[in-house]
């Protein structure tokens, strides 16, 4: 079955650190991944996807088909980036799945 | 332009009551979808349509129904609430797959 893991639910890291959200996806074929964000009191929305490949408030990812991972990364972390990080990926025609999510906390 | 709406807010309700989760986006998005989010868990794919009309199961669908009539809505409907139906609810909208606008959901309790 295609799925998305993320094996950490919690990640604290210091403020000006680098940070890596891990994803690891099952995917027969070329998969197409993305990063969902819920900040605080906010609704979920797209952080990036890996085909744009593109930096947003300076978060990269990088599909890494030999290790079926889709790593989310920042060099210095900023106390705003405290929030839920989602990695997700097309299943199918039509499906977007997730996985269970990393909860980051930047500290001071 | 109000994006995705979903209401109630919040909902208790007894085992065995039914209710239905409303729906409504104002973007004209062809893709709609309905999540469950469980404490700690992630997001998992309940029902989903492609267009008004059509509607297809996701990974977790036995428990609920859903209805696709207008392009706008795509009402949930929970039929003999069970408490393992407690769960926050999340609608979502996309013209396609790649990029979902989220509702701010429903949290739902079944006691």
């Known amino acids: 079955a295609q799925r998305v893991t993320q094996p950490e639910k919690l990640l604290s890291v210091f403020k000006g650190a680098p940070v890596e959200l891990k994803c690891n996806y099952s995917y027969s074929g070329s998969p197409e991944l993305f990063w969902y964000v819920q900040y605080s009191r906010q609704r979920l929305q797209l952080l990036l996807r890996?085909?744009s490949r593109e930096s947003i408030k300076g978060f990269t990812a990088d599909l890494n088909k030999g290790e079926t991972s889709f790593h989310l990364k920042k060099p210095f972390a900023q106390e705003e980036d405290s929030a839920m990080y989602y990695c997700a990926l097309i299943q199918g025609a039509q499906k977007l799945v997730f996985g269970q999510g990393t909860r980051l906390t930047i500290n001071p | 332009n109000a994006g995705v709406t979903q209401t109630p807010k919040f909902r208790i309700l007894k085992i065995g009551q039914s209710m239905t989760l409303q729906c409504t986006q104002d973007?004209?998005?062809?893709?709609m979808y309905w999540y469950r989010q469980d404490p700690g868990m992630g997001l998992k794919l309940i029902y989903y349509?492609?267009?008004?009309?059509?509607?297809d199961k996701g990974e977790v669908p036995n428990g609920y129904n859903v209805s696709r009539s207008t392009t706008e809505d795509f009402p949930l409907r929970l039929e003999l609430a069970a408490p393992s139906q407690t769960s926050v609810y999340f609608c979502?909208?996309?013209?396609?797959?790649?990029?979902?606008?989220f509702g701010s959901g429903t949290q739902l309790s079944v006691l």
């Open positions: 973007m004209n998005h062809n893709y």
């Open positions: 349509s492609v267009g008004a009309g059509i509607t």
């Open positions: 979502a909208s996309g013209l396609g797959r790649e990029k979902l606008f």
């Open positions: 890996h085909i």
